[in-house]
């Protein structure tokens, strides 16, 4: 799976165990930046690179890194089919997927470090949708909010 990878100057010590992570897995990260030189970097930008890479089939799915993850779950939860959240514990990073159809994991490395990271990812990565009624029933009702949602 092509996995895109964003983070921030809060979120870039995390980066290195994401795409170690991925690479482990047998997926191939897309590295979007940034390098963690630049204090002044926005997770706006990552997030919409990230997004964008989804959207136009570039990534299958996405991992977003910042301070603590919640600035960038809000950025790419903007953006049309993109479905992110913020996971700092296994049950919800397999569990988002499986239920929700979650596309893009957000962690905070200010929160979590790169031995939390690494179990999270893998846990995102190895889950599917399960397709079950109950789950495909609510994602249909958040699709078509996201379709209603006047812009």
């Known amino acids: 799976m092509r996995v895109a990878v964003g983070a921030d100057h809060a979120g870039f010590p995390l980066k290195e165990v ?39 089939g570039v990534a299958d799915r996405g991992v977003l890194l ?50 939390t990271a690494a179990p999270l990812i893998t846990a995102f990565m190895n889950a599917r949708f399960s397709g079950l009624e109950r789950h495909a029933r609510r994602l249909a009702k958040v699709l078509k909010m996201e379709e209603e949602c006047i812009h």
């Open 18 to 56: 994401a795409l170690k992570t991925l690479r482990e897995l047998g997926h191939e990260p897309i590295d979007l930046g940034g390098d963690g030189t630049d204090p002044l970097d926005d997770y706006p930008d990552y997030s919409k690179a990230v997004g964008t890479a989804i959207q136009n």
């Open 66 to 115: 910042c301070g603590s993850g919640v600035g960038a779950s809000v950025a790419v939860n903007k953006m049309r089919g993109l479905r992110g959240a913020l996971c700092h514990d296994l049950f919800s990073a397999r569990q988002g997927v499986e239920d929700d159809d979650i596309n893009v994991l957000c962690l905070g490395a200010r929160v979590i470090d790169a031995e």
